[in-house]
């Protein structure tokens, strides 16, 4: 028996392929077009569009109208049409791409664009601060710290090596070039961050980061940093940088903090001379001055003296040449009451031929009342001579000649 025959019916050639008999004709496309659209109305609730009469005469299913598709398909058109719609909260962006290619930006609000696969929606926060950490990692809650010594070893200027650690707050500027133009943008960000923190560093000597220079050193990581982003166009903004440690490497610790304590005790000898010399020279400028107030006062008064007795002289020396004889005798008698004027002694004159002698009582007892210890002498009184006369002399001329 040959391999295409059965053993029923030997005489009957089939198609080895299709099962057909060879003298069978194909299919018609009529009908398979038609068995088609019967199960895609039977899919979408209808019946086959030829049905088959059953025995009572009534059909198998019914015929589906066109209006029931066409409702049904456009349902379907809005439901996914409504898939497009999309709300942007408050403090984001939405950016819309269109078969992968930017489209536009949208602002807070709702929105619409065409559903997937034609536009997709890309929601950015741009309020949100976002922080990078160089030199140190921060736990949870920012509470344990731990060093990253590859990032926080610094050289400085001065060929010091300092220990740095870095904090830096940033925002989304622009969020199409924070999601087109740079690949990964924190990453260029912490990168930059480094890059421009090494720069600052390598500029600066170690005294100067270590103590009185950090503000300034934030200040420049800043601006360096910020135009580093806007080279690249990343779409960041540094909002904060803040230097959270700054310090020699753990090795040398010791001795940096031996260093800064001479200094500061340095300082401190300085604050005390300076407050000393604040309260000591104020003083001494007084001083200075009321003694060169006293030296004029007094210049003044020896000039107003010498310049009255040299008025008082020379109204004298009038008088005097007018009659030299009665002026000497003047002054003389003027002296004298001068110089014994306060004396408790009485002088008479026993020459004179006057018996008759008056004692001021009454002087003598004031006196003796004022000074009641002392003695009392009653003495005569003596020659006047030509010494005498000479020696009231020469006591004006001195006089004359000091004024």
């Known amino acids: 028996m040959s391999w295409d025959e059965s053993d029923n019916d030997k005489d009957k050639k089939k198609d080895p ?21 019967d199960k895609l109305s039977a899919l979408f609730g209808g019946g086959p569009k030829n049905p088959k009469t059953s025995g009572n005469g009534q059909s198998s299913s019914s015929v589906p ?42 602002l807070p609000g709702p929105h619409w664009r065409f559903p997937k696969p034609i536009d997709n929606a890309l929601i950015i926060n ?24 590859k990032e926080a070893l610094m050289l400085t200027e001065d060929e010091n090596i300092i220990d740095v650690r870095l904090a830096v707050q940033y925002k989304v500027k622009d969020a199409q070039d924070y999601i087109f ?28 980061v270590l103590t009185e220079g950090r503000s300034e050193v934030v200040a420049k990581v800043e601006i360096e940093l910020q135009a580093m982003l806007d080279a690249y166009g990343t779409g960041l903004i540094v909002s904060s940088v803040n230097l959270v440690e700054a310090q020699p ?48 006062a007094y210049e003044q008064r020896v000039i107003s003296e010498a310049l009255g007795d040299a008025s008082r002289f020379s109204q004298l020396l009038v008088q005097y040449e007018a009659a030299p004889e009665v002026t000497r005798k003047r002054l003389y008698l003027e002296t004298m009451e001068d110089v014994l004027g306060n ?35 009653i003495t005569p009184p003596e020659k006047t001579t030509a010494a005498n006369t000479g020696r009231d002399g020469s006591y004006r001329d001195r006089t004359v000649r000091g004024r």
């Open 126 to 149: 741009v309020d949100q601060q976002r922080f990078i950490e160089v030199g140190y990692r921060s736990g949870a809650n920012q509470q344990a710290i731990s060093a990253v010594r």
């Open 17 to 37: 392929w299709s099962g057909r008999k060879k003298d069978q004709a194909p299919p018609d496309l009529d009908e398979v077009i038609r068995s088609m659209q």
């Open 249 to 296: 490497p753990e090795e040398v610790q010791g001795a940096f903090s031996d260093a800064i304590k001479a200094r500061e005790d340095e300082q401190r000898y300085i604050n005390e001379a300076e407050a000393y010399s604040n309260e000591v020279i104020p003083k001494a400028r007084g001083a200075a001055s009321r003694i060169v107030q006293e030296a004029e």
């Open 65 to 106: 109208s066109g209006p029931n598709i066409v409702i049904i398909l456009v349902v379907a058109a809005l439901v996914w049409l409504a898939t497009g719609i999309y709300i942007v909260d408050e403090g984001n962006r939405g950016v819309i791409l269109r078969f992968g290619k930017y489209h536009e930006t949208t």
């Open 343 to 377: 004396s408790r002694k009485v002088i008479m004159d026993v020459k004179g031929g006057n018996s008759l002698m008056y004692l001021p009582i009454d002087k003598l007892m004031e006196s003796s009342a004022a000074s009641p210890v002392q003695n009392r002498f």
């Open 181 to 208: 133009n740079v690949r990964a943008p924190e990453v260029t960000l912490k990168q930059s961050t480094e890059s421009a923190l090494r720069a600052v560093i390598g500029k600066s000597k170690m005294d100067f």
